[in-house]
């Protein structure tokens, strides 16, 4: 089973697509195996990370602007790709340490997510994109 999501972004969130996969899984009756995700961009990122607790994610960002800042930011006067604005470079160097393709097991149709465990997509632009993430169940 093969799928693309589309996810609509309004600048740097934490889009949790959780519930779009596991329907996704159950609809398609998925049985055990491993669902793989990609996202198909290169300035947006996938990620496993808490679901209980919003302030992980707003600590999750402000970490990433600060290892990686906009381009007009002194600290970042080296950057030399900036044809597509201040964010675009930052949000390429984001995606560069956060992954960009997730595996997790699924048992019985449903995800091995731990308890407080969710998948995001990771926006790191400012302005809003729509993004494709595409998905596979193989069997095992």
């Not at 990620?47 to 600060?66: F, K, M, S, T, Y």
């Not at 995001?120 to 993004?131: I, K, M, T």
């Amino acid at each position: 089973m093969i799928t693309t999501l589309s996810v609509e972004t309004r600048g740097p969130a934490c889009h949790d697509i959780t519930r779009q996969v596991a329907a996704w899984l159950r609809d398609g009756g998925a049985a055990d195996g491993v669902v793989t995700l990609l996202v198909r961009h290169t300035s947006c990122s996938l990620l496993i990370q808490e679901n209980a607790d919003p302030d992980v994610q707003a600590d999750l960002l402000g970490w990433l602007d600060r290892i990686a800042p906009q381009a007009d930011h002194p600290s970042m006067s080296w950057l030399r790709h900036r044809d597509e604005g201040p964010d675009d470079m930052p949000a390429h160097l984001k995606a560069a340490v956060l992954p960009v393709s997730l595996q997790v097991p699924v048992s019985a149709g449903r995800m091995m997510l731990g308890t407080w465990q969710g998948l995001y997509l990771v926006e790191h632009r400012l302005a809003p994109h729509r993004r494709q993430v595409a998905v596979a169940f193989q069997v095992f």
